[in-house]
DNA sequence: TGTTGACTTCAACAAATGTTGAACTTCTAG
DNA sequence: CTAGAAGTTCAACATTTGTTGAAGTCAACA
């Protein structure tokens, strides 16, 4: 049974307007019915979750739409499984990220060092 | 001596755009010479790159603004130690919930399962 | 004092991620 | 068949974090 813009969103927690970005986006795709309504798959409904996850993990759709694209049509609970993993993957780089991002605050120590130096000698600034 | 904002911009590595769009919001401030140019104190390099700091930990200008406001006048050394540690903090937390997220991309497992279910009765959409 | 680079303000633009509203069409239940 | 809910498109708006440019002013060196 095909989804409805509205179905869509309600399943998967997100705006109608949402679904609507996403497809202009090309991060979902739908069919069309003879009066021009979109028609998704169920698994479509995983697809926005994904999505949705993604951008928590601080993915731009941009981005998103890269790694969606690689998946087969169609994608198995495998592919999805490996597609979690990258995500999984990409999340973990951006903790490290963060750590070191902390380290540089704590450890280099010297972020906020200043003494009054030895007088210059430059013209005075008012 | 009393910094410019081309001064503050390059010691502390950011556009002068970005030193004015941060005073205009409350993280910076500055005096102001006769002749109405900004002039900044060599304790703003350091306030700047803990803004930038905290930008890549992720918080928004308003939520900086509202950390730095929580600073005495005139910090002290301890006083950026402090901020330094509620980052680290702060960054901890998000590294925590980057980790949620990954547990319920990976540990939920039924993210994506979606299987024909029994043939339901209700008006066949196209 | 004059020149020139750096400063000032203000408005417009930019990119990302949507939301909202208007005007119109379609779908489905009764 | 028809009413009303939900769909369609398109344009405008909203927010965040700045950048860019124009028009004009200031400050520091010579």
Redesign the pocket.
Known sequence: MPL??????RASG????????????GLLS?E????????FHDADVCRTKV??VA?RVG??????KQVLDELPPDPAPEDWQRLAESLVAEAHRRIQHLQQVLGEITGGGKLCELKEPATSV?????
Chains 1, 2 share one sequence.
């Not at 109608?16 to 996403?22: H, L, T």
């Not at 993915?59 to 998103?64: C, F, G, K, T, Y």
């Open positions: 409805t813009v509205g179905d869509l969103a997100v705006a109608p307007s949402a679904v609507r970005f996403y497809e202009a986006h739908a069309r019915t003879s009066g021009n309504q979109r028609r999505i949705r951008q993915l731009s759709v941009a981005e998103i430059a013209g005075s600034r008012s």
